[in-house]
């Protein structure tokens, strides 16, 4: 199929002034269970070509380069996708986005950092991993895996463009979502996780489904959150991940670009008088063990560890080759996952004052733009000096730029699908909404 893309864009060359192909194929194996049971299993082989065309063309007497993406289906014919690229080209026309570059040639096959263990391999391991979800289940009375789904996915993407551009890795990925049930006070009630990881040693998924059904037995006890005073908020969970991307997002060239942010190189992004603890955060794109890891980006950029705040000072900005070319900055190449230096505190010195802590939301929404955050609370720990008790229900909302300055980040790291660092956060003032 390469073969024939090509010989159409060499066609078309007068026509587009640059290309780029990417290349997708995923085996997989999926198992999905109900209660106890293998319910169904299934393999999947997917393969997807998408192809980019860019055309430059004068605007006002400025050199502009439009861009336009389609999906090359292995089943068309030669008239199909010859018209299928022609339209591409077509409306590449109508984008007038500034003239930017793309990846000068780099080749790199079989990339050594991806893995090449055959999909047989991790295969075999998978029943092991579905013990790994039913055992804990068996130890907890009252609490019962209502269901889950089980994805194994082996992905090996090429990317190739019109400068010489070819590389080729492998990166395997596991996702197992998990739903578990208990009898509340007054109704059944569930809790799911999603689990996102590059691989499981033994033990690991275990483990994380024996916290899921702790937490589900406390959901089931829990109590409507009350009204509170003023109280710190501790966020543990995928939440701190959420959270703290806020800082990435204003350092992105795209929002510089854009004017969305107005933040500057040298600055101290949580202000001039912080009494907390001061945030060193990474860009790292090729974490160990995260589900989102990758050796390049999806223009075929190589990626490396970039640190782009250290003890709070803003040390440069990150982007992908169109955006960083517009702020006149070195790309360091699309966002994969963040890193986070520990805090100074444990939880355990956390939770000496009376607190409220959130594990789980219904749905927590972090504005990058604004710093505003909050969520409804689906399962939290309210602690009044002398008695801890889950809760449920009541919000919570506030606004991160308001009250970085006191942030009190956990010593305990722990990795949270795009994200590795502190794993809970510390946040006074607030806003909590409890029930009357």
């Not at 890795?169 to 739903?179: A, D, G, L, V």
């Amino acid at each position: 199929m390469i073969e024939k893309i090509t010989k159409y864009l060499q066609q078309f060359k007068d026509q587009l002034s640059d290309w780029k192909i990417n290349i997708s194929k995923t085996e997989g194996r999926e198992i999905y269970l109900i209660g106890n049971t293998v319910d169904m299993a299934r393999v999947k082989n997917i393969e997807n070509v998408r192809l980019t065309v860019y055309k430059d063309f004068k605007h006002q007497a400025k050199t502009c380069r439009g861009s336009a993406s389609t999906i090359i289906h292995p089943t068309m014919n030669d008239s199909e996708m010859e018209e299928t690229i022609q339209k591409a080209i077509y409306a590449a026309g109508f984008v007038k986005n500034e003239h930017f570059p793309i990846v000068n040639h780099v080749v790199c096959i079989n990339y050594p950092g991806g893995s090449s263990t055959p999909l047989q391999e991790l295969t075999e391991i998978m029943p092991r991993w579905i013990q790994e979800i039913l055992e804990p289940s068996q130890e907890m009375n009252g609490v019962s895996i209502n269901s889950a789904e089980l994805f194994l996915n082996l992905k090996e993407e090429t990317i190739l463009n019109s400068k010489g551009l070819s590389v080729n890795f492998i990166q395997p990925s596991i996702s197992i979502e998990c739903i578990t049930q208990a009898q509340g006070l007054q109704e059944e009630i569930e809790l799911n996780d999603d689990i996102r990881l590059a691989d499981l040693k033994e033990g690991i998924l275990k483990s994380k489904i024996m916290q899921l059904l702790r937490y589900t037995h406390d959901r089931s006890k829990a109590v409507l959150l009350p009204k509170v005073d003023e109280v710190p908020v501790i966020l543990s969970g995928d939440c701190v991940g959420d959270l703290l991307q806020y800082y990435l997002h204003r350092l992105s060239a795209r929002f510089i670009h854009e004017n969305i942010s107005d933040t500057d190189i040298g600055e101290n992004i949580q202000g001039d008088q912080v009494e907390g603890d001061l945030i060193t955060l990474y860009l790292d794109p090729q974490l160990p063990g995260s589900y989102y890891s990758r050796p390049f980006d999806t223009d075929g950029f190589p990626l490396h560890r970039f640190r782009l705040i250290h003890q709070g000072a803003v040390e440069r900005y990150w982007g992908d080759i169109q955006y960083s070319h517009y702020i006149h900055t070195a790309p360091t190449g699309q966002w994969c996952n963040i890193s986070v230096e520990s805090g100074s505190s444990t939880l355990q010195q956390m939770k000496a004052e009376p607190f409220l802590e959130i594990t789980h939301f219904s749905d927590f929404q972090t504005d990058y733009i604004t710093g505003d955050f909050g969520g409804e609370i689906r399962l939290g720990y309210y602690f009044d000096g002398s008695r801890l008790q889950p809760v449920y229900g009541g919000s919570i909302a506030g606004n991160l730029k308001k009250i970085h300055h006191q942030m009190t980040l956990s010593k305990e790291k722990r990795l949270l699908k795009k994200y590795y660092g502190p794993c809970s956060i510390k946040l006074k003032g607030v806003n909590v909404a409890g029930n009357i």
